[in-house]
Every structure is written in structure tokens, then in C-alpha cells.
């Protein structure tokens, strides 16, 4: 006869238990963290990174294409796009009817195929403005050359760039560098 065996205590999980507590746990971060960061702050964030990327990408377009790229601000700081500018037509004023927008890689909801970021049609940034717009020699806007410096007018270099975003309780500030176009980002809470 074998002497019976006592059914000892488990010194491990099993795999299917750990699997179980990692989707529990995935599950709920997804849950609580845009709690726990705020509604705004996410909408705010998201602006930024997305600003700095079409910023990025207009200086890579007028660099490959060689030739001008705008980012344009629109009037009431409700977004921007980015535009193929003519010399002969770069100091014109900015008209969203007739401008030559530069198509849009990402397939932006309602764009048309238009780089164009309009915060008040997009319901995902609500609580987002762009409050301030200061470029040393241009107006509201920011054109690179073909050799992805900043211009205020062809052949002229412009100075330094500042944009606000503004959400409930926080400001971010994206800087743009004279001559480089090199981007440097801040965030302030209020």
C-alpha cells in the first residue's frame, strides 16, 4: 500500500490567475486615470503634442518640397493649419476660403484633407484654446524656408515664436527658436 499523500499548501499562482489580475488591473487604470488626471489636462495635453507635431511636420514639408510652409493661427484662437505658400502671395492676408492647405497625412475628422485643426468643430477639445500668439517679425502665424528656417518674409529671418495653450487650470507654452525652428515646451498650472 502507498502511504496517502497530504495535499500541501500552493506556494505560487497560477498562470491564469496572474493573467486575470493583470487584465483586472489594466481594466481598471483605463478607468481611473483620466479621473484621476482631469478631463482638461488630457484634452490640453493632447493640443500640445498635436501642435508640435504639425509644427514638426510643416518644417519637414518646406524642407522636402523647397518651398514655403505656413502654420497659420486662426482668428480667435480656435486652432490653426498649415498652408503651401507662394512668394508672390506671402504677405497676403490669410483667407480659410482660397488658402492652399497642405493635405492633411492623418485624415483629421472634418478636414476635407486639409491640415486643418479646428478645436471648436472637435468635441475631444472643448475645454482648449490657443490663447496667444506672439512671433517677433510675422503676424499670427509661422513659415519655414527651404531650408527649415523661420522666415518673417522670403529671405528674411524671423525671431523668436511664442504660443500659449490654455486649458481650465493649466497653460502650456511652446517656444520656437530663431534660424532653427527647434521647439521647447512648458507647462504652467494654475
Known amino acids: 500500500?502507498?502511504?496517502?499523500?497530504t495535499v500541501g499548501a500552493r506556494s505560487a499562482y497560477t498562470l491564469i490567475e496572474l493573467v486575470i489580475v493583470v487584465a483586472l488591473l489594466?481594466?481598471?487604470?483605463?478607468?481611473?486615470?483620466?479621473?484621476?488626471?482631469g478631463r482638461s489636462t488630457m484634452e490640453a495635453q493632447a493640443v500640445v503634442r498635436r501642435l508640435v507635431?504639425?509644427?514638426?511636420?510643416?518644417?519637414a514639408e518646406a524642407i522636402a518640397h523647397q518651398s514655403y510652409c505656413r502654420v497659420q493661427f486662426l482668428d480667435g484662437g480656435r486652432g490653426y493649419c498649415l498652408?503651401?505658400?507662394?512668394?508672390?502671395?506671402?504677405?497676403?492676408?490669410?483667407?480659410?476660403t482660397t488658402a492652399q492647405y497642405v493635405a492633411d497625412p492623418a485624415g483629421t475628422f472634418g478636414s476635407h484633407g486639409r491640415c486643418l485643426v479646428d478645436y471648436h468643430a472637435d468635441d475631444r477639445y472643448a475645454s482648449v484654446h490657443i490663447g496667444e500668439v506672439d512671433v517677433d517679425g510675422a503676424g499670427n502665424w509661422i513659415t519655414f524656408d527651404a531650408l527649415g528656417g523661420i522666415v518673417s518674409e522670403p529671405g528674411i529671418a524671423a525671431g523668436a515664436g511664442?504660443?500659449?495653450?490654455?486649458?481650465m487650470n493649466e497653460q502650456w507654452?511652446?517656444?520656437?527658436?530663431?534660424?532653427?525652428g527647434r521647439l521647447v515646451v512648458q507647462r504652467f498650472t494654475g
Open 162 to 167: 511664442r504660443i500659449l495653450i490654455e486649458a
Open 53 to 59: 507635431s504639425d509644427i514638426h511636420f510643416a518644417q
Open 83 to 96: 498652408l503651401d505658400i507662394e512668394e508672390a502671395a506671402f504677405g497676403l492676408p490669410f483667407d480659410e
Open 26 to 37: 489594466g481594466l481598471v487604470g483605463a478607468l481611473a486615470i483620466p479621473s484621476l488626471v
Open 1 to 5: 500500500m502507498r502511504p496517502a499523500t
Open 173 to 180: 507654452e511652446v517656444l520656437v527658436t530663431p534660424m532653427t
